[in-house]
């Protein structure tokens, strides 16, 4: 892209944009899983005039004259996503999924009410209850975890907690599970407490939209997104739902509850992005999104890593590098940074290391499955990964590798040319 005017009216931060757009399409493989290259579409329309615009209020009730293109703007955006999931009520407002999830906890249960949700180092969301969040201080705050030998969710167990602490609110959906989750199994255990279901399915959205993991949408009261993960949308969150009443709620807690004016240039994004995702070819992609990460995990194991749960049913998985190769997530991370890879470091059930640290590391296939990578090209990725652990001392075989990635990662240029 070419920023003119910001080259004209600030050097410095053109310089900066221009060297984390060549760090992002030019030499790094980008491995986080919560990361994706958006469409020249959306990102124009992330950067266009609607940024200028306050529309406080929603479509047809604003509190802003001139917003009558705006309206229509956000009636499209709102049409898309409810085809998208098949859903009555969508609210496309937040700034962010954590955004979403506070207007989404609030619009079912009050301040003080127990919530239980999935822990951390299972792979569960700040926003679900943990203590430095506001969803752990707001709320008389439980968690379940996983199986610590199977790494699964032990529903039952579940159940068992659930029964213990009777939670007003159960959190369903994670930041870091490499499996699939039972929304029906999660339905159940809510309706034999009498809890509310809430769904979070930032991750998995795009497996969700394209029918690849089953959906919340017949089973949780309320469901939260991001979009900018594997649906490849702008920054930003959607809160949806099937119930009426609940929908009501959740849109007055999002305005004036949580947030003011609506990011009406991100909500234009998140419209073409839905467009976008409603399209065949991006079903072809998560298929794709799912076979390479099953690839590259199932490569690690032949390698004699150890994978979290032995493997994944979605579009990451999670490696134990402190018992495969003896570092922290932090060591790995920083090792492969210094070879072009980008991933981070992740906190695994039972972790003994602090978050800062981490035994584990998140790999996630929806960027580089944007730019074109198949299976072969994860497979290749796994043993330049493991090249990099075995030679970490060996600073010439580094450089090396360092010159595969970027040759593997130029041999895949962004299909959307900036
Ligand atoms: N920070 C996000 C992730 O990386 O998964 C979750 O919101």
Same mark, same amino acid.
């Given at each position: 892209?070419?920023?003119?005017?910001?080259?004209?009216?600030?050097?410095?931060? *053109?310089?900066?944009?221009?060297?984390?757009?060549?760090?992002?399409?030019? *030499?790094?493989?980008?491995?986080?899983?919560?990361?994706?290259?958006?469409?020249?579409? @959306?990102?124009?329309?992330?950067?266009?005039?609607?940024?200028?615009?306050?529309?406080?209020? *929603?479509?047809?009730?604003?509190?802003?004259?001139?917003?009558?293109?705006?309206?229509?703007?956000?009636?499209?955006?709102?049409?898309?996503? &409810?085809?998208?999931?098949?859903?009555?009520?969508?609210? @496309?407002?937040?700034?962010?999924?954590?955004?979403?999830?506070?207007?989404?906890?609030?619009?079912?249960?009050?301040?003080?009410?127990?919530?239980?949700?999935?822990?951390?180092?299972?792979?569960?969301?700040?926003?679900?209850?943990?203590?430095?969040?506001?969803?752990?201080?707001?709320?008389?705050? *439980?968690?379940?975890?996983?199986?610590k030998?199977?790494?699964?969710?032990?529903?039952?167990?579940? +159940?068992?907690?659930?029964?213990?602490?009777?939670?007003?609110?159960?959190?369903?959906?994670?930041?870091?599970y490499?499996?699939k989750?039972?929304?029906?199994?999660?339905?159940?255990?809510?309706?034999?407490?009498?809890?509310?279901l809430?769904?979070?399915?930032?991750?998995?959205?795009?497996?969700?939209?394209?029918?690849?993991?089953?959906?919340?949408?017949?089973?949780?009261?309320?469901?939260?997104?991001?979009?900018?993960?594997?649906?490849?949308?702008?920054?930003?969150?959607?809160?949806?739902?099937?119930?009426?009443?609940?929908?009501?709620?959740?849109?007055?807690?999002?305005?004036?509850?949580c947030?003011?004016?609506?990011?009406?240039?991100?909500?234009?994004?998140?419209?073409?992005?839905?467009?976008?995702?409603?399209?065949?070819?991006?079903?072809?992609?998560?298929?794709?999104?799912?076979?390479?990460a099953?690839?590259?995990?199932?490569?690690?194991?032949? +390698?004699?890593?150890?994978?979290?749960s032995?493997?994944?049913?979605?579009?990451?998985?999670?490696?134990?590098?402190?018992?495969?190769?003896?570092?922290?997530?932090?060591?790995?991370?920083?090792?492969?940074?210094?070879?072009?890879?980008?991933?981070?470091?992740?906190?695994?059930?039972?972790?003994q290391?602090?978050?800062?640290?981490?035994?584990?590391?998140?790999?996630?296939?929806?960027?580089?499955?944007?730019?074109?990578? &198949?299976?072969?090209?994860?497979? &290749?990725?796994?043993?330049?990964?493991?090249?990099?652990?075995?030679?970490?001392?060996?600073?010439?075989?580094?450089?090396?590798?360092?010159?595969?990635?970027?040759?593997?990662?130029?041999?895949?240029?962004?299909?959307?040319?900036?």
């Amino acid at each position: 892209m070419s920023y003119n005017a910001i080259k004209k009216e600030d050097k410095e931060i *053109y310089n900066l944009i221009k060297a984390e757009e060549k760090r992002q399409n030019k *030499y790094n493989a980008e491995l986080i899983a919560s990361e994706n290259f958006v469409s020249k579409a @959306v990102l124009q329309a992330q950067g266009s005039i609607l940024t200028n615009k306050y529309a406080e209020g *929603y479509p047809s009730k604003r509190y802003y004259g001139g917003c009558q293109y705006i309206d229509q703007i956000e009636n499209l955006a709102i049409e898309r996503l &409810k085809k998208l999931f098949n859903v009555k009520y969508v609210n @496309v407002q937040p700034h962010s999924g954590s955004q979403a999830n506070m207007a989404a906890i609030r619009s079912l249960i009050n301040h003080g009410d127990v919530i239980l949700g999935m822990s951390l180092d299972s792979g569960g969301h700040l926003t679900h209850g943990y203590k430095l969040s506001f969803s752990g201080q707001d709320y008389i705050s *439980y968690t379940y975890g996983v199986n610590k030998d199977t790494g699964l969710i032990d529903y039952d167990e579940v +159940l068992k907690i659930a029964k213990e602490v009777k939670p007003k609110l159960i959190i369903c959906g994670a930041s870091a599970y490499p499996r699939k989750i039972s929304f029906k199994k999660f339905k159940e255990i809510a309706d034999e407490v009498g809890a509310y279901l809430m769904a979070d399915i930032a991750h998995i959205a795009g497996l969700i939209a394209t029918g690849f993991h089953e959906s919340p949408v017949n089973y949780a009261d309320i469901i939260t997104s991001t979009t900018h993960k594997t649906l490849r949308g702008p920054r930003g969150g959607i809160i949806m739902t099937n119930n009426e009443e609940i929908a009501k709620k959740m849109n007055k807690m999002l305005f004036p509850g949580c947030q003011g004016g609506p990011l009406e240039h991100v909500i234009a994004a998140k419209a073409i992005c839905f467009k976008e995702d409603l399209m065949p070819e991006y079903k072809t992609y998560i298929k794709q999104v799912i076979l390479n990460a099953k690839a590259m995990s199932d490569e690690f194991i032949k +390698l004699g890593y150890n994978i979290i749960s032995g493997g994944t049913d979605n579009h990451l998985f999670l490696i134990d590098i402190k018992k495969s190769k003896n570092l922290t997530g932090l060591q790995a991370q920083e090792l492969l940074e210094n070879v072009n890879i980008t991933c981070n470091k992740n906190s695994i059930p039972n972790d003994q290391e602090k978050p800062a640290y981490t035994s584990g590391l998140r790999i996630g296939t929806p960027a580089l499955t944007t730019r074109g990578f &198949k299976e072969k090209d994860f497979i &290749k990725l796994a043993h330049l990964i493991d090249d990099t652990f075995n030679n970490k001392d060996n600073n010439e075989k580094l450089k090396d590798i360092k010159e595969e990635v970027i040759k593997l990662v130029k041999s895949h240029p962004l299909r959307y040319k900036y």
